[in-house]
């Protein structure tokens, strides 16, 4: 196995996560807390060096990898000459904690260390910061707490840290995006091409749109959305392209436990497993019942623990993550010794088709212990909205400083209705809470527990969560540049009367 790095940029070894070679530190179960740095760090793109950011342990290496029962316990140095702050996203840290810019802490000015300490959850999850431009600068990397049943499982672990880059500064390309529509709030979140409208004559096949288009039938219309406003330099899968992809030594008839994680700021991809037998076995870190398939589809801050059987004969299996409505495409290879790799194109042969327009995917997950039954105390609809001219999304028609906070009481049972009336889709991410879905489209289902939805245009999915701690909590579009733009508001919990 090996581990998340970046040859020897980043630490020795190749780029996928596996226990058995990760630093000891990183592994530690006492009381001494694990060193992180927000840092600059160089890579190798298509040949070409690029200056990025990132989160390095006191080895150089990127990410965290704890065993069951370990403690989290980090000291988090801001080494850039930058404020930065880092969201421990899928984690449920008492809010003082959650890393979002003044709410309630306020950025780490540069040089300054805070300490973090609490409880973790097992799972599939990340560290990234909560500044749209930094992550874009990839200040993001994989966080994993193993549960002792997966410790116990006779499989080899790979993470898959996707990523879309560019070599242009990230405020040059948000100005691309927004045509100058920035917004924000307070503590560093800062503010293309694409349409959106109805054409009676617009085919409805993904596959005869133009590139980053899809048709979807409406009302006996035919009604475009923009599956991608920018047209990024390259795709990453573990900081590489398929120019120079991580080749991971694996045993034949092999056992892996994949996990995905999408860390792209813009892209939604398809995850393409070939013909080993794969399922899907958990999402955001949560157990789904297995779900047979070799393709699955995951959005910006969404993950994905995919179980691949290899065959008992030598060779080499392609994971490909292929972006929607188009044909770039990265990813790593699987490979037992001495098998003849070849080399993959960066562009598939045709364009992959929009990313669960009707939710077919999401339907079909089924929680391994979702929920318990009770009544709902409270309910709210969230409107999505927004237009590409003006590049301005919202979230019930407003954006962050003018929003209406989302308001519970702790204990309570909550439903949210994300309700999207806009031509995007939106991954919308709660801090501080887990839910589970519960409706899509009026259709009720027991689904996957999650941190963060997809919200495909023109589309409405309720979840259901007990409201946590009495604090302010983040609720946004996980889309960066929609973020950027202030598509955001708060999930308020007060004390329980």
């Excluded at 950011?53 to 000459?81: E, H, K, M």
């Excluded at 890393?99 to 306020?106: C, H, L, Q, S, Y």
């Excluded at 097992?122 to 193993?146: F, Y």
């Excluded at 995006?177 to 560093?188: K, L, N, Q």
């Amino acid at each position: 196995m090996t581990t998340f790095t970046r040859r020897g940029l980043l630490a020795a070894g190749g780029a996928a996560c596996a226990v058995s070679r990760f630093p000891a530190v990183a592994r530690a179960q006492t009381a001494a807390p694990v060193a992180l740095s927000a840092v600059r760090r160089t890579i190798e793109v298509n040949g070409r060096a690029a200056s990025v950011w990132g989160l390095a342990r006191s080895d150089g290496g990127q990410g965290l990898i704890l065993d069951p029962g370990a403690p989290f316990r980090v000291a988090l140095t801001n080494a850039l000459d930058q404020p930065t702050i880092v969201h421990w996203h899928g984690q449920i840290p008492p809010n003082v904690q959650d890393g979002v810019p003044d709410m309630p802490m306020p950025t780490l000015a540069p040089g300054e260390t805070r300490d973090y300490d609490f409880v973790p959850r097992t799972g599939t999850h990340w560290m990234h910061s909560h500044i749209p431009v930094q992550e874009m600068r990839l200040l993001a990397a994989p966080l994993i707490v193993r549960s002792a049943e997966e410790a116990a499982e006779d499989r080899q672990e790979v993470v898959l840290f996707l990523h879309d880059f560019s070599f242009k500064d990230p405020e040059e390309v948000l100005a691309e995006i927004t045509g100058g529509h920035g917004g924000g709030h307070g503590g560093g979140h800062d503010g293309g091409h694409g349409a959106q409208g109805m054409a009676p004559d617009a085919p409805t096949d993904p596959s005869t749109m133009a590139p980053g288009m899809a048709g979807m039938a409406m009302g006996g219309m035919a009604m475009e959305m923009d599956l991608n406003d920018y047209d990024w330099d390259a795709y990453l899968a573990n900081d590489r392209t398929l120019a120079d992809p991580e080749v991971v030594s694996v045993e034949r008839g092999g056992r892996v436990r994949l996990r995905v994680i999408n860390a792209s700021a813009a892209t939604v991809f398809w995850i393409d497993t070939g013909t080993a037998a794969s399922r899907l076995v958990a999402v955001d870190g949560h157990g789904v019942e297995p779900l047979p398939g070799n393709r699955f589809g995951v959005a910006m801050g969404q993950r994905l623990d995919i179980e691949i059987d290899l065959p008992n004969e030598g060779g080499a299996w392609p994971i490909l993550a292929v972006r929607e409505g188009a044909r770039e495409r990265t990813g790593l290879i699987l490979a037992t010794q001495g098998a003849d790799i070849r080399r993959i194109e960066p562009l598939a042969d045709a364009e992959a088709p929009a990313f669960d327009i009707d939710l077919a995917q999401e339907a079909r997950l089924v929680a391994r212990g979702g929920l318990p039954a009770r009544a709902v105390d409270r309910n709210r609809m969230l409107m999505l909205g927004g237009s590409m001219q003006p590049y301005v999304w919202t979230i019930d028609g407003q954006t962050w400083g003018n929003h209406a906070p989302v308001r519970a009481r702790s204990g309570e049972r909550v439903e949210l209705m994300f309700h999207n009336m806009s031509m995007m889709g939106h991954p919308m991410h709660l801090h501080g809470h887990v839910f589970q879905v519960v409706e899509i489209n009026g259709r009720r289902l027991s689904g996957a527990m999650r941190d963060t939805v997809y919200v495909p245009p023109m589309s409405m999915v309720t979840v259901a969560l007990d409201a946590g701690e009495a604090a302010r909590w983040m609720l946004h579009c996980h889309h960066m540049p929609h973020l950027a733009t202030g598509m955001m508001t708060e999930f308020a919990v007060t004390a329980a009367a």
